[in-house]
């Protein structure tokens, strides 16, 4: 069953030039309001057994018959996704499947998990909002939209990440924004909608949603553009050899930002 609207290529191309000038394109009232019940009840679920604390889902498995599985399966998704890959990179999508997340913030631990500045690894981000509280602190999208360009290489990309992750720059981003000094993009997201942007091209976080509420986001990160690199691949042998790293229960590792 098809669970994505089929939009006519004006749709994409809109959509395409928002995310290159203001830096995100929505698809408005493209996800329909059982699935979003379906997800609610789930994360709902989910957040009660960690006693409303943070939770996170990453890769195919934790999304296996749920509402979000078939989405990455959609053709018309893919097709859509497909197309603003070609559109902003100039070339081909390569034959590859989405990397999911789904992020549920809740509890003190929520908040943890706010004003965290990264690039993703992957070109294109759709990010669909499942449960956005309506009261108190939301925990908006923030982006700093397309300040860099795709990378060529695996070790550029790497040390955009050292300049941008490291505590100093965090700290001075996080008060820039809470005083007002620095002005993101502020993405007031609604359930319903996708967002789509260039993940990998743009600075971008959530501020804090109030502890007592649950945020919950589902992420497709699409096309990674240093899978084939050596120096990539021989960074993630070494980090799987810490035993910490292997020992933790997939579900119970909180994925990072791709
Ligand atoms: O949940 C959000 O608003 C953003 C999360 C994000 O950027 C990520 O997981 O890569
Ligand atoms: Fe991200």
Redo the contacts with the bound molecule.
Sequence with gaps: MEVFPSLPSATAIALAGDMSTRGYGIAENCISIEALTELRRFIHDSVNQTGGEYIAFGGPDAMRGTFLQDLAASANFQTLCRELYSSGMQKPAPPVSFYQ?L?CLAGKTGEQHAYRF?Y?SYVL?I?VPILIPAEGQP?H?IMFPNTRPVRRTYLGNLIDKLFLDNRLTQNRLRKGVISGRLKPERIKMQPGNAYFFW?CRSI???EPCDPDKIRA?A?F?YVDPYADSWLRQTLLRLRNRKPQMSMAAPEARAPQ??
Excluded: I, K, Q
């Design positions: 997340v992020r990264h993703d981000t990010l925990g999208l993940g971008h976080t959530n986001t992420l990160h930002p791709a």
